[in-house]
């Protein structure tokens, strides 16, 4: 039985999902794809048991072959690197209901932190539950050798993390305090909504010059918006709530600015801020 065009579609939105979550990039996770197609029109149908997990497994195996690649890259990349974002201008709580399978963007900070092992098998076992006999395989190596990528990504990513455990209310109501606090440049209510070991990074890719390395603490964090905001750099610039990646965040409209802001938020206080500067990794659409 020759491939079937509709049996590959019909999980494509899947791969593209599986590919994002490696990749963090939206261009490269659809390229990804495209080529699990061309390797799935070119295997035969012995091959093929259980059509998803096959595709998994491709896609897994192509995304390390990327992430390695991308190593070198993103070492040579102006400044701080962030994933690509989604940006859904409906900001109202159905929204958010209807996307609370959405990529987020604290898990995206934490996988960038990860080996290009650690984040296959994490992403691969975790997210999407393909056995470490079939992990191993993705990485060319024993199941043992897999599991403890796994187990290594995951404490990584537990020590290394940002917190965010808000729901939609609270995390309306602390990016209104925030952006009420940038608004009137009132640097003490602003370092209130912070927590004390907030993290600030900020992605421009030599496209907007911003600051190139992370900013951490509540009082340096809260000099840094106030600055932006009050600096001339924001002059006629509009902020629109809106959800990044399935969270509260921002998108900054304005002729001398224009990009998004992400946020993480746990016990009332945004613990990151992660602003999203290069228009080529800015996508305002549907999420995946």
């Keep these: 039985m020759p491939p079937s065009a509709e049996a590959f579609e019909a999980e494509r939105s899947h791969l593209v999902s599986v590919a994002y979550r490696m990749l963090g990039s939206v261009a490269e996770a659809q390229d990804v794809v495209q080529e699990a197609w061309l390797r799935y029109t070119r295997a035969s149908d012995q091959d093929i048991r259980d059509l998803r997990g096959w595709l998994t497994t491709v896609t897994g195996r192509l995304c390390l072959d990327v992430l390695?690649?991308?190593r070198v890259s993103r070492e040579a990349y102006t400044g701080m690197w962030l994933p690509e974002y989604f940006v859904?201008?409906?900001?109202g709580p159905a929204a958010q209901a209807e996307q609370r399978d959405q990529?987020?963007?604290a898990l995206l900070v934490v996988l960038e932190r990860l080996s290009?092992?650690?984040?296959?098998?994490?992403?691969?076992?975790?997210?999407?539950?393909?056995?470490?006999?079939?992990?191993?395989?993705?990485?060319g190596t024993t199941e043992a050798a897999a599991r403890q990528h796994a187990s290594r990504g995951r404490r990584a990513a537990a020590e290394g993390g940002v917190r965010h455990t808000a729901g939609p209310v609270e995390q309306r109501r602390v990016l209104a305090a925030f952006v009420d606090a940038v608004n009137s440049g009132d640097l003490a209510a602003l370092a209130s909504v912070l927590a004390p070991d907030v993290v600030s990074i900020s992605d421009g890719g030599g496209f907007t010059r911003t600051a190139l390395r992370p900013i951490v603490g509540a009082d340096k964090v809260a000099r840094f918006?106030?600055?932006?905001a009050h600096g001339g750099r924001m002059e006629g610039a509009v902020l629109e709530p809106v959800l990044v990646n399935g969270?509260?965040?921002?998108?900054?409209?304005g002729e001398k600015a224009y990009g998004a802001l992400g946020l993480t938020i746990a016990d009332g206080r945004i613990t990151g801020l992660f602003q999203q500067l290069n228009p080529a990794k800015l996508s305002v659409s549907d999420s995946l």
């Design 68 to 70: 390695k690649s991308a």
């Design 88 to 91: 859904d201008p409906d900001a």
């Design 103 to 105: 990529v987020g963007l």
């Design 116 to 139: 290009p092992e650690q984040r296959v098998a994490l992403v691969l076992h975790d997210a999407f539950g393909v056995p470490y006999d079939e992990v191993a395989r993705v990485l």
């Design 225 to 228: 918006f106030v600055g932006i």
């Design 247 to 253: 969270t509260a965040g921002l998108l900054v409209r």
